[in-house]
């Protein structure tokens, strides 16, 4: 393993997001475009870890709002919480 991340540091510029990253989507975000955008995000960004969840958008709010995800696709809510 710190054969791998030395090599990524190696040839990464200060311009490369690393981290870890999670997203939640609803499940049609699922079957679109979303795993297209993530390949070419981890393809990007190699160090940057993106970890991808599903549920309905009601909770996906909800685990934004106690910053359980950093982002999350849903549809649009009644009411904002």
């Not at 070419?40 to 709010?61: D, F, I, K, T, Y």
């Amino acid at each position: 393993m710190a054969q791998y991340e030395s090599r990524h540091q190696a040839v990464s510029t200060p311009r490369d997001l690393a981290g870890s990253l999670a997203i939640g989507a609803i499940p049609t975000a699922l079957t679109g475009m979303i795993l297209q955008a993530l390949a070419a995000l981890r393809h990007a960004h190699p160090r940057l870890h993106v970890r991808l969840e599903h549920g309905l958008s009601p909770s996906l709010a909800e685990r934004l709002r106690h910053r359980e995800l950093d982002a999350a696709i849903i549809s649009k809510p009644r009411a904002l919480p």
